[in-house]
């Protein structure tokens, strides 16, 4: 069987990216802080999620789980993402960007094999997003 013949299978891979950012009228250095904070962490990743430093891995209760990738302070975080143990490997990269009035966090999301639902990663994200935002005040 041909690459173009197997479609959307490890071998060859069919992503796509939901990208997804908020703003919140907070400076990036509070926002950073709180990333950096158990609350920021399961905020963005659900109960039980950590980001650490690079190399570190990451458990949500929600049976998520993944690497830190890179680790770039006030600016950005990369992890891997898996949505089980039997779920390829995605990467999630959050980016903080300043405005006049605050901090625009970006979420981009990569490698999403076409079989799931974007609909339902796009809310899962933008979901994060407010909860942060909530804990930034």
Do not use: C
Not at 18 to 36: G, Y
Not at 57 to 69: L, P
């Amino acid at each position: 069987m041909n690459e173009q013949a197997q479609g959307d299978t490890l071998v060859n891979p069919v992503d796509t990216t939901v990208k997804v950012s908020r703003s919140v009228s907070k400076p990036v250095k509070d926002v950073w802080k709180l990333l950096a904070t158990r609350e920021g962490a399961e905020a963005l990743l659900g109960a039980g999620g950590d980001l650490g430093d690079k190399g570190d891995s990451w458990h949500a209760a929600d049976g998520t789980f993944g690497v830190v990738r890179s680790y770039h302070p006030l600016e950005q975080i990369r992890f891997s993402w898996h949505a089980a143990e039997e779920a390829p490997k995605t990467l999630v990269e959050v980016d903080l960007v300043s405005e006049e009035d605050g901090t625009r966090l970006e979420i981009s999301h990569q490698g999403i094999p076409t079989y799931f639902d974007t609909g339902a990663i796009a809310r899962k994200w933008e979901t994060a997003l407010e909860r942060l935002a909530a804990a930034a005040g």
